[in-house]
């Protein structure tokens, strides 16, 4: 059986257990989203911030590891500087070195988008495809693939693009997920549509608390809870989201605990993205969702 889907339907397979504190810190992860301003890629330039030291993928799970205690690593495609396989094996003898996994690949991006009728269906496999390589060479059980593009906002239309590149990655043994990240072309309804379009068995969800906070609360809450279920192997837990300098706080009590009522049994990739600095704000994130983790075990 491949070595990826093995892992995924044990689940626990995204979850290092080594080097991790108790049971409730082996669920946690975090992703490179957080300290964009420690990376400079090709994609990503323009978030480079001189103050922070620079960081490549292959140093980012002892990164983690030696501030937080975290060995589940969840790497965004934009912090690759290519997809090499001199790269991705570097990176790879970083995820051992810091006895670490990788537990997604979030973000994955397609040329010309998904919701335009007459795509290029070859050219989105053929991006899927090289995903694909990177997630299998580091163990990870899941891509998350986002939803973009102009053309009409259409579930069957991205279903439709989708499909191809979509069998092709589960040949793998991969698991393809979506993410609430816009709300006009990922919010609940259009993710639950395309997931059922294209079959629970290889697609799902990778839900994030507060995204959509900006609204409101309540709304973000009502958006995880549509996509809780649809969760398999991970979410992101954050308690809020800055835009322009203010903070939209999210109900991050009952944003755990609709993801332990709809048992969920995944990692939680911290993904601060409030105001000030990203090493305090992913520590105070760590703990706060250790806490809960710990309530919800007893």
């Given at each position: 059986m491949n070595i990826n889907r093995r892992a995924f339907l044990g689940v626990a397979g995204a979850v290092v257990l080594s080097g991790a504190r108790k049971p409730q810190f082996q669920r946690l992860a975090c992703n490179s989203w957080?300290?964009?301003?420690?990376?400079?890629?090709?994609?990503?330039h323009r978030y480079r911030d001189s103050k922070y030291p620079l960081l490549s993928q292959a140093e980012f799970p002892q990164f983690l590891a030696d501030h937080f205690g975290i060995h589940n690593v969840e790497f965004l495609p934009q912090?690759?500087?290519?997809?090499?396989?001199?790269?991705?094996?570097?990176?790879?003898e970083g995820l051992k070195k810091a006895n670490s996994g990788c537990c997604n690949l979030m973000?994955?991006?397609v040329a010309g988008g998904v919701f335009v009728n007459n795509a290029n269906r070859q050219t989105i496999v053929q991006e899927a495809e090289?995903?694909?390589?990177?997630?299998?060479?580091?163990?990870?059980?899941?891509?998350t693939i986002a939803l973009t593009g102009r053309g009409r906002v259409d579930a069957h239309t991205a279903s439709g693009n989708l499909a191809p590149a979509t069998d092709a990655i589960r040949r793998k043994g991969i698991k393809v997920l979506f993410h609430n990240d816009d709300m006009q072309r990922e919010n609940a309804d259009i993710l639950t549509s395309v997931i059922q379009e294209l079959g629970r068995d290889r697609t799902g969800t990778c839900p994030d608390f507060g995204?959509?906070?900006?609204?409101?609360?309540?709304?973000?809450?009502?958006?995880?809870?549509?996509?809780?279920?649809?969760?398999?192997?991970?979410?992101?837990?954050?308690?809020?989201?800055?835009?322009?300098?203010?903070?939209?706080?999210?109900?991050?009590?009952?944003?755990?605990?609709?993801?332990?009522?709809?048992?969920?049994?995944?990692?939680?990739?911290?993904e601060f993205e409030g105001l000030g600095e990203p090493l305090e704000g992913v520590r105070k994130l760590r703990d706060l969702t250790e806490e809960y983790l710990l309530r919800a075990a007893r």
């Open positions: 957080p300290f964009r301003g420690y990376f400079d890629t090709p994609q990503m912090h690759f500087v290519d997809t090499d396989p001199g790269t991705i094996a570097k990176i790879k973000g994955v991006q090289r995903w694909t390589k990177v997630a299998s060479a580091l163990g990870s059980p899941s891509i995204n959509f906070a900006t609204k409101s609360a309540d709304f973000a809450l009502e958006q995880l809870r549509a996509l809780a279920s649809y969760a398999s192997n991970i979410c992101h837990a954050k308690d809020g989201i800055a835009e322009n300098g203010k903070f939209y706080a999210d109900n991050f009590p009952a944003s755990m605990k609709v993801m332990h009522d709809a048992g969920f049994r995944g990692v939680y990739s911290i």
